[in-house]
């Protein structure tokens, strides 16, 4: 697809919208570049050692998400032209109002897991989003799109890159019809400052350190002094 023009990028960059050929790509880039670096999925991963067989489960969980929130959702993403490779990705989802009865639920909580691992982490991301209550707090949003994974190469960061997807990202929802909002939750003080320089703001804080294993320890002890995350929201207009 087209480049997005009016969103300003770093010289040698080119945005766009990826098309499903490139999933395999955004596979092998997240597994190199997020699943194990994000807060949360860092600390439960930290210590333990899974075997072949393990591992390629994990990665058919973490790679299903992206997949599913792919079918719903554009997914904006970065290329270094010199390399021809992807360097950045929006792994955006679209989540609609529920009607009726129905309960709003997050694609965390959708998705059935094969490893602990993944469904703990899930779970707890799921537990997070149901906190905010995003359209109980939003009554005259029907759908909203959410930044899932906003991740950037090792290579190219400090370049602005994870502001340039998260503008695409809004510049995409309000082409997405109903769309009312963008939100996100953000585990680290730097996602969080990208978020506030696209004018998100906080609409609740959440301390990790509430998630407590059978011994009533804290999971998330690790993660102190940078234990709260955020759920991040833009309106719009």
């Known amino acids: 697809m087209e480049s ?6 770093p010289d040698g960059y080119l945005l766009k919208l990826a098309d499903k050929s490139e999933l395999p790509e955004i596979y092998e880039f997240l597994g190199k570049n997020f699943n194990r670096e994000e807060s949360i999925a860092k600390c439960l991963f930290a210590g333990k050692n899974f075997d072949e067989e393990e591992e390629k ?17 554009p997914c904006p ?5 010199k390399s021809n490779k992807i360097v ?15 309960t709003a639920t997050s694609l965390y909580g959708e998705i059935k897991q094969k490893t602990k691992v993944i469904a703990d982490y899930f779970n707890y991301m ?3 989003s149901d906190e905010a209550d995003i359209f109980n707090r939003y009554p005259n949003v029907k759908a909203a799109l959410e930044f899932c994974i906003i991740a950037v190469d090792k290579n190219h960061r400090r370049l602005g ?17 109903d769309v009312g909002l963008i939100f996100g939750l953000y585990t680290s003080p730097y996602s ?13 804080k959440y301390d990790l350190l509430r998630f407590k294993d059978d011994r009533g320890h804290s999971i998330f002890q690790d993660l102190i002094p940078n234990n709260i995350c955020s759920v991040m929201t833009l309106e719009i207009l």
């Open 161 to 177: 890159l994870a502001k340039v997807l998260s503008l695409s990202g809004l510049e995409e929802s309000k082409k997405l019809k």
């Open 77 to 81: 993403v970065i290329i270094h032209k």
């Open 192 to 204: 969080k400052r990208v978020a506030e320089k696209i004018n998100m703001k906080s609409i609740l």
């Open 57 to 73: 489960l994990i990665e058919e969980d973490e790679n299903l998400l992206v997949a599913v929130a792919f079918e719903r959702s």
């Open 126 to 128: 799921a537990i997070i």
């Open 4 to 9: 997005t023009k009016s969103i300003q990028l």
């Open 88 to 102: 950045g990705v929006n792994v955006t989802i679209l989540t609609k109002r529920p009607n009726g009865s129905e």
